[in-house]
C-alpha cells in the first residue's frame, strides 16, 4: 500500500512517500479504500510534534478521508464493501492516519457519505464543520436568535462557522478582509466588517448593540481586552486557535457579567460529540451549504508538499484534495 508517513516528529520535509504493509481490519473496524484525503493545520502540528499524541511509528499522516468500504469487521455492523463513507478523526490519539491508498476506520468514527455529495468537495470541509460545529453548539452553546461574531469569517473554519451560525437562525457578524466580505455576506452574515479597520471595535459595538452572545476567533489573535467589553450579558468567548497567545484577561468584566472563556480543540472531541457533528455536516453537505472557495488538487506523493504550502501561508482561501 502506497502512503505519506513519517518516522518521527519533524518539518515537512521529513514526510516520506512510499510502501506500507497494508493495514487490517479489526473485529469493530472498517477497512475503507480512500478516494480523497486533504490537510489541515491540526495535521501539521501533529506531524511536527507540536500537538503531542501518541503516534505508531511508521506514522501515516492525515485526519479526514472520503472513500469506499472495502472490508467491514464482524463488529462493525451496518457497513458494507462498497458504501460511500467519511471520517475526520484519523491520525492521533494512536490511530494511524488518512493519506494512504487504505485506511482503518473504528466503526464509531465512520459515517455515510449523503448520496450525491462528491468525495473532493466533501473532504475539504468535513473538519473545518466539525469544528464549526462543536465550537458553537456544544461549547458555545448557541440559541437560536443570539448574535454571533466569527473573526476571520472568510477562512476554512470562519466560513464554517458563518454558514452554521446563519442555518442555525444566528445574527452573523463576519470579520475579515475587505476582499472577502461579499463572500461573507453570501455565506449568510447578516454584516461583514473589513477586520484591518482601525474603529473595528467601535463598528462591532454598533452592529452589535445588545451584545454578542458569542464571540469566535479563528485568527487566534485572542484579542480579549477589548472583545470582552462587546459581549452581552453571559456572553461567551470560544478560543480555537492561537496556541501561543497570551492575552490580557479582565476578571472583573467576566465574573460581573456572567461571561466565560472556553478553550476548545476537536481532537479531544468525544465519539458522541463527533456524531452530533456528523449529523450536521451531513444535512449542510446534501443542502450545498457547505462547499470550498477553491481546491488545489495534488497526488498522494506531494503530501510533503502540502505540508509545507500550508505552514507557509500560500493555501489561504484555498483546500487541497489529495487523490492517492
Wanted: proline share 8%.
Amino acid at each position: 500500500m502506497r502512503a505519506a508517513y513519517i518516522e518521527r516528529p519533524g518539518p515537512a520535509a521529513d514526510i516520506r512517500f512510499g510502501d506500507l504493509p497494508a493495514p487490517r481490519p479489526g473485529p469493530t473496524d472498517v477497512l475503507v479504500d480512500v478516494i480523497a484525503t486533504t490537510v489541515n493545520p491540526v495535521d501539521t502540528f501533529v506531524r511536527s510534534g507540536a500537538f503531542p499524541t501518541p503516534l505508531p511509528l511508521p506514522f501515516v499522516v492525515g485526519r479526514d478521508l472520503v472513500g469506499r468500504v472495502a472490508e467491514a469487521g464482524p463488529g462493525a455492523a451496518g457497513f458494507r464493501a462498497g458504501d460511500l463513507v467519511w471520517c475526520n478523526s484519523l491520525g492521533y490519539d494512536g490511530r494511524q492516519g488518512s493519506a494512504a491508498e487504505q485506511a482503518v476506520v473504528p466503526v464509531d468514527r465512520l459515517f455515510r457519505l449523503p448520496a450525491g455529495v462528491d468525495p473532493a468537495t466533501a473532504v475539504t470541509v468535513l473538519h473545518p464543520a466539525a469544528t464549526a460545529y462543536l465550537a458553537l453548539f456544544v461549547h458555545g452553546r448557541l440559541r437560536p436568535g443570539e448574535t454571533v461574531v466569527v473573526a476571520g469569517g472568510a477562512g476554512n473554519v470562519g466560513a464554517a462557522l458563518v454558514a452554521l451560525a446563519s442555518a442555525a437562525g444566528a445574527c452573523v457578524v463576519a470579520t475579515a478582509a475587505a476582499a472577502d466580505l461579499e463572500y461573507c455576506r453570501r455565506n449568510g452574515a447578516v454584516e461583514a466588517l473589513d477586520y484591518h479597520a482601525p474603529d473595528l471595535v467601535d463598528r462591532l459595538r454598533t452592529v452589535s448593540p445588545d451584545g454578542v452572545d458569542v464571540y469566535l476567533d479563528t485568527a487566534g489573535r485572542n484579542e480579549l481586552e477589548q472583545v470582552i467589553d462587546l459581549l452581552a450579558l453571559r456572553g461567551r468567548i470560544v478560543l480555537l486557535a492561537g496556541g501561543a497567545s497570551r492575552p490580557v484577561l479582565p476578571v472583573g468584566a467576566l465574573y460581573q457579567n456572567d461571561r466565560a472563556v472556553i478553550g476548545f480543540v476537536i481532537s479531544h472531541a468525544t465519539v458522541a460529540e463527533l456524531t452530533e457533528a456528523a449529523v450536521m455536516v451531513n444535512r449542510m453537505l446534501a443542502a450545498g451549504r457547505l462547499t470550498p472557495r477553491e481546491t488545489v488538487p495534488l497526488p498522494l506523493s506531494a503530501v510533503a508538499e502540502a505540508h509545507r504550502m500550508l505552514e507557509q501561508g500560500e493555501l489561504r482561501g484555498r483546500r487541497v484534495v489529495i487523490h492517492p
